[in-house]
């Protein structure tokens, strides 16, 4: 019988005969980092795709959103894995990983407010570069709602500055000028960054996946190397506000409620019900945008939120929690 010593060597061996590829998938709120992830699995052609989504919320809107990716998908949920949660991300990685035979693709997707670096890091520099290679980061820019005053966030930053490939999305919602003027301003910080504009992240997966990226030295030198980045959402003051509830909304008085929200948030997402309607209702608002879309009871079914369910979460900078959810309260059919 093999000790474990010859065992673990046994099995490292075969590990290293395939380092699955990875993207990392960053991006500000909003970006369209889900859309993406559709698009891909969409669009992946017999390749075997596994996702590792990551929420910071302690609520999992984006995994119920996604095509169908069954036992491939892993949700990892209510912290950030480039720092609360990171040793998730890990544990997550190797289970996947030990399914080598069946995996040929990892994508993560992680929070809009993550630093990629950390979890650069946690792949290339731990025993998790025997099995997997960090084929890029990818990073998605909301052409619309783009600021310079995202950067007040170093996370949202690094996005960038450590972004292989950058996706100008939502190019549709914007003047050309823009997008040429945007595409300046983000050569300007990320000098060889492949920058590609898309509308609803469609591009061909050939450009964006297994593009082989030297990463050989690359993230892991940081601007401000020797920085904790665990305390970046302390840093960075974002906190996200969940609210649950077996009422449905009334619609008037939902709408009156987001018209009336404060700046400070500047993401919100939900799958709602609403008095009157047998329909489940995606809400999807990133800065003051918002759009409200139906689906089909079956499909929001045979996922998670339960039928007269409602699931939102908050995404901003030093938010009210409870203003925010006596507000809403108040939109419910009592
Ligand atoms: N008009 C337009 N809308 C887009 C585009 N890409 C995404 N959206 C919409 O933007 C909203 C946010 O997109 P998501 O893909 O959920 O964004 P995300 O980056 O995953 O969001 P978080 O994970 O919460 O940070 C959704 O309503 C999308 O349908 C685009 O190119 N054009």
Request: charge should be negative; hydrophobic fraction near 45%; glycine fraction near 6%.
């Amino acid at each position: 019988m093999p000790d474990l010593a010859t065992e673990i060597f046994t099995e490292s061996v075969q590990f290293l005969q395939h380092q699955i590829p990875v993207t990392i998938v960053t991006g500000f709120l909003g970006s369209g980092k889900t859309t993406l992830l559709n698009h891909i699995l969409n669009n992946r052609q017999g390749w075997k795709v596994a996702v590792i989504v990551n929420e910071f919320g302690d609520i999992d809107i984006d995994s119920q959103l996604l095509v169908a990716v069954d036992e491939n998908m892993v949700q990892l949920a209510n912290g950030c894995i480039c720092c609360t949660i990171n040793q998730s991300l890990v544990d997550a990685v190797w289970a996947i990983a030990k399914r080598v035979e069946s995996i040929d693709y990892l994508v993560i997707e992680t929070t809009g407010i993550a630093d990629p670096l950390p979890i650069v890091r946690s792949l290339t520099t731990t025993a998790l570069q025997q099995v997997t290679r960090v084929d890029s980061v990818l990073t998605l820019v909301d052409a619309e709602s783009f600021t310079s005053a995202h950067y007040s966030s170093e996370a949202a930053l690094n996005q960038l500055i450590f972004g292989d490939i950058i996706l100008l999305n939502k190019t549709d919602l914007v003047a050309p000028e823009i997008v040429a003027d945007l595409e300046h301003y983000i050569r300007s910080i990320a000098p060889n960054a492949r920058i590609i504009a898309t509308e609803h992240g469609r591009v061909p997966l050939p450009l964006i996946l297994d593009v082989g990226i030297d990463r050989t030295n690359v993230g892991l030198e940081s601007p401000k190397s020797g920085h904790e980045h665990s305390h970046h959402l302390e840093n960075d003051g974002f906190v996200a506000v969940s609210f649950e509830s077996d009422l449905p909304l009334i619609l008037p008085k939902f709408q009156d409620f987001l018209d009336r929200l404060s700046p400070d948030v500047c993401r919100a997402k939900g799958i709602l019900k609403f008095q009157g309607s047998q329909l489940h209702h995606v809400l999807q608002m990133s800065g003051k945008r918002y759009e409200m879309k139906s689906i089909s009871v079956e499909k929001s079914a045979s996922r998670s939120p339960p039928l007269n369910a409602n699931q939102l979460v908050f995404i901003g900078r030093n938010l009210n929690a409870e203003a925010i959810r006596t507000q809403i309260t108040e939109c419910l059919a009592i």
